[in-house]
């Protein structure tokens, strides 16, 4: 036992490792060279930990940008955030947690294998993330032990190929193929974008193709119009907060340049994760194929949100910024109706924020983009405020899940198990 919580709570909850040993299954089950499956792992460990390297510059940066916002206007409430509040679970519900983690990786290949829906999820943060919903959701409604562990690891399995399945045909208008599929649990609310796009927007308006003057040329490359995005609404913060709040976070750096420098440091973040994801791709799909031909005939790899960034660098940008309008209307919305107060997180609505923006633009241009990613910030603000009393005791804590998915997969649980318990 001990040594199965090692290896699900130390190796592959991982995803850099995960995918490494993926890579080096499907290597192997294509009996390529030692030299091969030994750089295509390694490469695609590397390219992970350059995409977490990346990710961990722009929650740097949005962390600050949040304080600030945070401390200027002394909003209460609850505020979305994954890793704090699976961390909690892992208090009481440790070894659930670890148990339906690896029997619902199991469960994965299994459904992948013998169900047409031929998808093996590959983000094991999230695996590990819905693993501890579910260990909460169904601890709440009066199971425990083995049952809760069994029926756990089924439901974990099942949306491990349900979500990837619901998203892949925008995945095809996105990438323009079938090779990757999206393996993250935001998949409502980019697919949610991906509708609204396709209503009310018109996809040969690409964000992507926006005419800019040729004094403005520069503004095309996408690097230095996400510098300045961020650069502009970094200063505008920083003026509204004044230099006595900012300087909690700036330390002896002026207040303005630490505003100018924050946004700048978002874009090199931005351009780190973009680099990680080519990396990725590079060796993943050449080395899934063994595990398709092997294994699981026709799987698709699951990747990871940021995996889509590449292929409209300007929509992840405009469906942050709506993402994030969206969320502050909602939290305004959210005290009319008397729910919970849910603070827009930024780092939620960058990552899936700019996965809806993606989406939507796929299907209806800069338009599906803006209103996708609007879209998407008022979901992942009433759907966690419906999900807190399906917790039990979690529900009152400051915070909770925060993408689509989550709250949506336990509240739907939550309901049937209680008709049941």
């Known amino acids: 036992m001990a040594f199965f919580e090692f290896l699900m709570n130390e190796i592959l909850s991982l995803p850099e490792v995960l995918v490494g040993v993926i890579v080096l299954v499907g290597l192997l089950l294509q009996r390529e060279t030692f030299s091969k499956v030994f750089s295509g792992t390694l490469k695609s460990i590397i390219g992970f930990l350059i995409l977490g390297a990346g990710a961990t510059v722009v929650i740097g940066s949005l962390d600050s940008l949040g304080g600030i ?35 619902g990786f199991l469960a994965n290949i299994l459904f992948a294998r013998f169900t047409p829906m031929k998808y093996i999820f590959l983000t094991g943060h999230h695996t590990f993330f ?28 099942f949306v491990m190929v349900l ?61 230095i119009s996400t510098a300045l995005t961020m650069v502009i609404m970094f200063l505008i913060l920083v003026l509204i907060a004044g230099p006595d709040i900012v300087g909690t976070y700036a330390g002896e750096q002026n207040y303005i340049m630490f505003g100018i420098m924050q946004g700048i440091t978002f874009a090199a973040g931005f351009s780190i994760i973009m680099v990680g994801v080519r990396m990725i791709l590079t060796e993943i799909i050449p080395a899934f194929r063994g595990i398709a031909e092997k294994l699981v005939p026709g799987a698709k790899p699951a990747l990871d949100v940021p995996m889509v960034y590449p292929y409209a660098p300007t929509a992840v940008l405009i469906g942050f910024i709506s993402s994030f309008i969206g969320g502050l209307i909602s939290m ?18 960058f990552f899936t924020g700019a996965g809806a923006g993606v989406f939507g633009n796929a299907t209806g241009g800069r338009t599906g983009a803006a209103v996708g990613g609007f879209v998407n910030g008022v979901l992942i603000s009433f759907i966690p405020a419906f999900l807190l009393p399906v917790l039990g005791n979690l529900g009152f804590e400051n915070t909770t899940f925060g993408d689509s998915d989550f709250g949506i997969i336990g509240i739907i649980v939550g309901f049937i198990a209680n008709l049941f318990s």
């Open 69 to 103: 916002i945070f401390d200027r206007f002394e909003v209460h409430g609850v505020i979305p955030n994954n890793e704090a509040i699976v961390a909690l679970a892992q208090q009481t519900l440790g070894k659930e947690t670890a148990l339906i983690m690896g029997f």
């Open 332 to 349: 305004f919305l959210l005290g009319i109706f008397s729910l919970a107060l849910i603070i827009p997180g930024l780092v939620p609505h």
């Open 163 to 223: 979500m990837p399945a619901i998203g892949q045909p925008f995945m095809r208008q996105i990438t323009g193929g079938n090779d990757i599929a999206i393996g993250h649990f935001g998949t409502i609310g980019y697919v949610s974008a991906g509708f609204v796009g396709k209503v009310i927007g018109d996809k040969e308006k690409s964000t992507e193709d926006i005419k800019i003057p040729e004094n403005w040329s520069f503004l095309r490359d996408s690097l």
């Open 130 to 157: 819905m693993a501890a919903l579910l260990s909460a959701v169904l601890g709440t409604a009066g199971l425990s032990g083995v049952s809760l562990v069994i029926i756990g690891s089924l439901i974990l399995g």
